[in-house]
Nanobody
């Protein structure tokens, strides 16, 4: 069973930066599209950034221009650079692979513990 381990979260002031990492114990990691999600209490997880197996990235409008997703297929890892952070970016951040479950494109591995990002002065 694949395990995901997210790290790099913390407390940062508005306008600051953080670098998140996610390590996956997956074979053929390079074949999977990956995504970063975030979740705040009482809300569903939302996708903030995706990266295809080929390295093409897409972003939610709320983070476009501020966050950068990248991957290292040798290290079976995906990263999220968070810049110009805002209080509304505060959330628990998770990574996961994306693929078809039936006819639905969605997360496909068990969730990790996530990493908390808090943006506050």
């Amino acid at each position: 069973q694949v395990q995901l381990v997210e790290s790099g979260g913390g407390l940062v002031q508005p306008g600051g930066s953080l670098s998140l990492s996610c390590a996956a114990s997956a074979t053929e990691f390079h074949n999977y599209a990956m995504a970063w999600y975030r979740q705040t209490p009482g809300n569903q997880r939302e996708v903030v950034a995706t990266i295809t197996s080929g390295g093409s990235a897409n972003y939610a409008d709320s983070v476009k221009g501020r966050f950068t997703i990248s991957r290292d297929n040798v290290r079976n890892s995906v990263y999220l650079q968070l810049n110009s952070l805002k209080p509304e970016d505060s959330a628990v951040y998770y990574c996961n692979a994306q693929g078809f479950v039936g006819s639905t494109w969605r997360d496909i591995w068990p969730w990790g513990q996530g990493t908390q990002v808090t943006v506050s002065s």
